[in-house]
């Protein structure tokens, strides 16, 4: 079954909710799918908002896309990534083909359900995005096993391997799977007991009886894992994707076939580019597999409509993003997807680099970032290079969901959009908007929503309300509340802000996103303090830039050394004084400000492999810091001028 189309009504009002008056920006053509909501409200001040567009039908598992593209586009890639060489480089590109992808489906699949395998003995991936992983994972779609992948930061970066751990102890697995046994061992056999099967993609764990990829991918399928697949159905498990986890442990996710496949529709409704016939979506991305965004977002939309997805080994990072532009340089994505720090490198780089500007904005439709606020002097930059290059902008889609909501749920509705904006929600998805002291919170009920976390009972009567919504905890407000089919604007979340000694509230959404405006391009992000103090304080994570405010360092010298840098410090107080002549009272005024030379840390919940920051998780694990910073004895505090 294909996506359906928007009524051509819907396409038509898109296509004039887009058109620029005059002297207005001009933007690259794209089809707005949801445009419109009914909005009702009750006594008690809560509302519910929903697309008029009703959600059209979607397929009942994701598997008969695979089986549907095999048919009819056997030779098209599915997916590709650049070879390892010996040297830790990349070489030319591998391919798998959709044919070759259902093929290895029905092996692996085949050699999953002669090992018995099942939900409550599933499939844990710990490894990074790579070819076999999309195999195995394939294979237990195909099969009807569950798998997990699981952040290979997990096992790579962590040293304790608490959270490796408590994923092992929730699952029970009884297979797993890492790509390189020599970086994963010991992770493996710190945490994995003798019953468990460890299958590498090359190499051996020393004393453990290791199953190789190419076994595996070997083995002959018979009917039964043709049965198998014929037996799932929307309510079968396809895997558990794990929450990033804050001051508690990470929770299963459950994800359904229902939930996969309605969300997928409702992505090709909002979206309509997606579901193009004439041109399948074509991605580079990185994102990681065992997050929502990369893994059920991008992955299932290539499978839906028939796309392909090169795997990006780069990422946003110093070290790494040198990768990501060499791939961009190469390959011409229709859609492109990111995080905001992402965003930024590729935003710096277009300026100098016309080989990098010329193919990237090549064929491109719409850009798409999640996973943290984007600054608004990155838009300016991105906006620029555009209009030099090609004459027109393109369109940077956004909106809001999570791991429990597919994770698509709600989606801008013109070309026109501002940082924060969040748009209407996806058609077939309910919105309760629940005022929540000054706030709103926004919950979700629709067929994409997980029926809850898997063997945890209590987290699932806790995470919905007695209408059967689930409560996000984000909190939201309309962009403009006379134009309410304009959407709604992210508004922070509820648990995030908090109150000062004085008992004025601060909103800590919208002050991180100012913090992180005025600090652009040095400013990753900005942890919010102040809670029972008198006054509002920041610390900051910088990105790699800073280092370009300290000249006369070297450039590996201490982040510690260069933060202290009179340069440095002379810059952001400058940022703060800023920060400061804007306030408008103590709830938006930063009192105090410090720079943080400690990375974020990934075993302590800190940090995803996004690169987003866990404000609670920073706060708890920093409570000797933030009480210093308030107390005036940590070194180095920034204060702004004194109030007239």
Same mark, same amino acid.
Not at 310 to 327: M, Q, V
């Given at each position: 079954?294909?996506?359906?189309?928007?009524?051509?009504?819907?396409?038509?009002?898109?296509?004039?909710?887009?058109?620029?008056?005059?002297?207005?920006?001009?933007?690259?053509?794209?089809?707005?799918?949801?445009?419109?909501?009914?909005?009702?409200?009750?006594?008690? &001040?809560?509302?519910?908002?929903?697309?008029?567009?009703?959600?059209?039908?979607?397929?009942?598992?994701?598997?008969?896309?695979?089986?549907?593209?095999?048919?009819?586009?056997?030779?098209?890639?599915?997916?590709?990534?650049?070879?390892?060489?010996?040297?830790?480089?990349?070489?030319?590109?591998?391919?798998?083909?959709?044919?070759?992808?259902?093929?290895?489906?029905?092996?692996?699949?085949?050699?999953?359900?002669?090992?018995?395998?099942?939900?409550?003995?599933?499939?844990l991936i710990a490894s990074e995005n790579d070819l076999e992983h999309a195999q195995i994972a394939l294979g237990c779609?195909?099969?009807?096993?569950?798998?997990?992948?699981?952040?290979?930061?997990?096992?790579?970066?962590?040293?304790?391997?608490?959270?490796?751990?408590?994923?092992?102890?929730?699952?029970?697995?009884?297979?797993?799977?890492?790509?390189?046994?020599?970086?994963?061992?010991?992770?493996?056999?710190?945490?994995?007991?003798?019953?468990?099967?460890?299958?590498?993609?090359?190499?051996?764990?020393?004393?453990?009886?290791?199953?190789?990829?190419?076994?595996?991918?070997?083995?002959?399928?018979?009917?039964?894992?043709?049965?198998?697949?014929?037996?799932? &159905?929307?309510?079968?498990?396809?895997?558990?994707?794990?929450?990033?986890?804050?001051?508690?442990?990470?929770?299963?996710? !459950?994800?359904?076939?229902?939930?996969?496949?309605?969300?997928?529709?409702?992505?090709?409704?909002?979206?309509?580019?997606?579901? /193009?016939?004439?041109?399948?979506?074509?991605?580079?991305?990185?994102?990681?597999?065992?997050?929502?965004?990369?893994?059920?977002?991008?992955?299932?939309?290539?499978?839906?409509?028939?796309?392909?997805?090169?795997?990006?080994?780069?990422?946003?990072?110093?070290?790494?993003?040198?990768?990501?532009?060499?791939?961009?340089?190469?390959?011409?994505?229709?859609?492109?997807?990111?995080?905001?720090? &992402?965003?930024?490198?590729?935003?710096?780089?277009?300026?100098?680099?016309?080989?990098?500007?010329?193919?990237?904005?090549?064929?491109?439709?719409?850009?798409?970032?999640?996973?943290?606020?984007?600054?608004?002097?990155?838009?300016?930059?991105?906006?620029?290079?555009?209009?030099?290059?090609?004459?027109?902008?393109?369109?940077?889609?956004?909106?809001?969901?999570?791991?429990?909501?597919?994770?698509?749920?709600?989606?801008?509705?013109?070309?026109?959009?501002?940082?924060?904006?969040?748009?209407?929600?996806?058609?077939?998805?309910?919105?309760?908007?629940?005022?929540?002291?000054?706030?709103?919170?926004?919950?979700?009920?629709?067929?994409?929503?997980?029926?809850?976390?898997?063997?945890?009972?209590?987290?699932?009567?806790?995470?919905?309300?007695?209408?059967?919504?689930?409560?996000?905890?984000?909190?939201?407000?309309?962009?403009?509340?006379?134009r309410p089919n304009l959407g709604l604007r992210f508004d922070g979340r509820i648990a995030e802000d908090f109150k000062?000694?004085?008992?004025?509230?601060?909103?800590?959404?919208?002050?991180?996103?100012?913090?992180?405006?005025?600090?652009?391009?040095?400013?990753? /992000?900005?942890?919010?303090?102040?809670?029972?103090?008198?006054?509002?304080?920041?610390?900051?994570?910088?990105?790699?830039?800073?280092?370009?405010?300290?000249?006369?360092?070297?450039?590996?010298?201490?982040?510690?050394?260069?933060?202290?840098?009179?340069?440095?410090?002379?810059?952001?107080?400058?940022?703060?004084?800023?920060?400061?002549?804007?306030?408008?009272?103590?709830?938006?005024?930063?009192?105090?400000?410090?720079?943080?030379?400690?990375?974020?840390? !990934?075993?302590?919940?800190?940090?995803?492999?996004?690169?987003?920051?866990?404000?609670?998780?920073?706060?708890?694990?920093?409570?000797?810091?933030v009480a210093a910073l308030h107390a005036g004895t940590a070194p180095n505090t920034l204060l702004p001028p004194a109030?007239?």
């Amino acid at each position: 079954m294909s996506a359906a189309r928007p009524p051509e009504g819907a396409r038509a009002a898109a296509r004039s909710a887009q058109a620029p008056s005059s002297g207005a920006p001009r933007y690259r053509a794209l089809a707005f799918g949801i445009t419109e909501a009914e909005l009702r409200h009750t006594a008690d &001040g809560t509302a519910y908002l929903k697309a008029v567009q009703p959600l059209q039908p979607y397929p009942d598992r994701l598997t008969d896309r695979l089986v549907h593209w095999a048919q009819v586009a056997p030779d098209r890639t599915f997916m590709a990534r650049r070879a390892r060489m010996a040297d830790g480089s990349t070489g030319d590109w591998v391919h798998l083909s959709y044919a070759q992808a259902l093929d290895a489906a029905r092996s692996i699949g085949q050699a999953l359900l002669d090992r018995g395998l099942s939900a409550e003995r599933p499939v844990l991936i710990a490894s990074e995005n790579d070819l076999e992983h999309a195999q195995i994972a394939l294979g237990c779609l195909y099969a009807g096993i569950p798998w997990a992948p699981a952040s290979p930061a997990y096992s790579l970066v962590s040293q304790d391997y608490d959270k490796l751990r408590h994923l092992v102890n929730t699952l029970t697995p009884g297979l797993v799977y890492a790509a390189d046994a020599p970086r994963y061992e010991r992770a493996l056999l710190a945490t994995l007991g003798p019953e468990v099967e460890i299958v590498t993609g090359s190499g051996s764990v020393p004393g453990r009886a290791t199953t190789s990829f190419a076994a595996l991918r070997a083995t002959r399928p018979t009917p039964a894992v043709d049965a198998a697949m014929r037996a799932t &159905g929307p309510d079968t498990i396809t895997k558990f994707l794990f929450t990033s986890g804050s001051t508690k442990l990470p929770k299963a996710v !459950i994800n359904t076939q229902r939930m996969w496949c309605a969300n997928q529709q409702q992505m090709a409704q909002s979206m309509p580019v997606l579901a /193009d016939p004439d041109t399948p979506p074509v991605l580079l991305d990185w994102l990681p597999w065992n997050h929502t965004f990369g893994g059920n977002h991008n992955v299932g939309l290539t499978l839906m409509h028939g796309g392909t997805l090169y795997i990006d080994d780069g990422k946003p990072t110093p070290a790494l993003i040198g990768e990501t532009l060499r791939n961009l340089r190469e390959i011409a994505p229709t859609v492109y997807f990111n995080v905001p720090t &992402g965003f930024e490198a590729i935003a710096n780089a277009m300026k100098t680099d016309a080989v990098l500007r010329k193919n990237l904005l090549s064929r491109v439709r719409m850009f798409f970032y999640a996973g943290a606020a984007l600054a608004q002097p990155v838009w300016d930059t991105l906006h620029a290079v555009q209009e030099q290059e090609v004459g027109e902008r393109i369109v940077m889609g956004t909106g809001l969901g999570m791991t429990e909501s597919g994770p698509f749920g709600l989606y801008i509705t013109r070309p026109e959009v501002k940082s924060g904006d969040l748009g209407l929600p996806a058609a077939g998805l309910e919105l309760k908007l629940v005022p929540s002291g000054d706030k709103t919170e926004v919950r979700y009920r629709g067929p994409n929503i997980t029926p809850g976390y898997w063997r945890s009972p209590e987290a699932t009567a806790e995470a919905f309300d007695d209408e059967g919504f689930f409560c996000t905890g984000d909190a939201v407000a309309w962009i403009d509340p006379a134009r309410p089919n304009l959407g709604l604007r992210f508004d922070g979340r509820i648990a995030e802000d908090f109150k000062l000694a004085t008992g004025t509230f601060v909103s800590v959404g919208p002050l991180r996103a100012k913090i992180i405006a005025a600090g652009a391009p040095f400013v990753q /992000d900005a942890v919010i303090t102040g809670l029972n103090e008198k006054e509002v304080g920041a610390m900051l994570f910088t990105t790699g830039a800073v280092r370009t405010l300290a000249p006369g360092l070297s450039a590996d010298a201490p982040l510690a050394e260069v933060l202290v840098q009179p340069p440095v410090l002379a810059h952001f107080q400058r940022v703060l004084n800023d920060l400061a002549a804007q306030a408008t009272g103590s709830a938006n005024r930063v009192a105090r400000l410090i720079l943080l030379a400690e990375p974020p840390s !990934i075993d302590k919940g800190e940090v995803t492999d996004k690169g987003s920051i866990n404000q609670r998780a920073v706060l708890k694990h920093r409570a000797e810091l933030v009480a210093a910073l308030h107390a005036g004895t940590a070194p180095n505090t920034l204060l702004p001028p004194a109030k007239n």
